[in-house]
């Protein structure tokens, strides 16, 4: 993973990564005190796999149970996950990026309304 950008629009900082840290997700406030956390992946179901293998890894080190990921650590509105492969057009990290920072600057999104996936959370399947 690795920082894009980070940009501040009316007091909220907002950082766009290049991959994902799923702890870094999981700890990430639920409240919105540190901003927005922005993340854009070629492929979701390789990025659970990884996140799966360094459990067992740690598991296997740390003497400890490993813990397989669930998209309920994930349930904060303060993140969004785009996955720029597998749809009908796809697009690169860097397109994806410049089309979102684009619509946040111009349309000043934030922060009277967090982002909230048009299906809903519990829509989505792994």
């Not at 009316?10 to 997700?25: A, R």
């Not at 996140?51 to 349930?75: A, C, G, M, W």
Request: hydrophobic fraction near 35%; proline fraction near 4%; glycine fraction near 4%.
């Amino acid at each position: 993973m690795r920082l894009i950008d980070e940009i501040i629009i009316k007091n909220i900082n907002i950082k766009f990564f290049d991959g994902v840290d799923f702890d870094l997700v999981i700890k990430h406030p639920k409240d919105g005190s540190d901003g927005f956390l922005i993340f854009f992946i070629e492929s979701w179901k390789n990025e659970v796999k990884i996140y799966n293998r360094n459990s067992r890894l740690e598991s296997v080190l740390n003497n400890t149970k490993p813990e397989n990921f669930t998209h309920q650590n994930i349930d904060n509105v303060y993140i969004s996950i785009y996955q720029t492969s597998g749809s009908t057009i796809n697009r690169t990290i860097e397109s994806i990026y410049n089309i979102i920072r684009d619509k946040i600057e111009k349309d000043n999104l934030l922060p009277n309304q967090p982002w909230v996936p048009v299906a809903g959370i519990n829509k989505g399947k792994l």
